[in-house]
């Protein structure tokens, strides 16, 4: 009985984690969103830029979720990284376009989420 409120706690923590990652995404996307409109920089910049706030919105989420949890830190911000790239590739995945992105473009869009995610925990 125990483990389940403690799954439950954990699922909570991942699910609180998740939301702050995706505010601290659309916040971060619309910001660069704007700078594009002013600097107009090249598809090779933004594609960067677009990474580097998946990683910065997972590092804070799996700061939280690490920080929240109170032991085995770096699984639980691991885990917020994860559900953060699952969820984003799904979402991507249900446009009307689909996926468009390279295969080594997904791969490493899922392990700097994870890696950010899991960093955040362990700096927590």
Known sequence: MERGIGMARGAGRILRALVLEYLITVIALLALAF???????????VELLILAVYTLSCLLGGWYAGHSAGQKKFLHGLAAGVF?????????????QGIQSE???????????????MLGGMIS
């Open 35 to 45: 700078a594009m409109l002013k600097l107009q920089p090249d598809a090779g910049k």
């Open 84 to 96: 953060y790239f699952l969820l984003l590739f799904l979402i991507s995945g249900l446009g009307e």
């Open 103 to 117: 295969p080594a473009q997904i791969l490493l869009a899922g392990l700097l989420c994870s890696a950010g995610g």
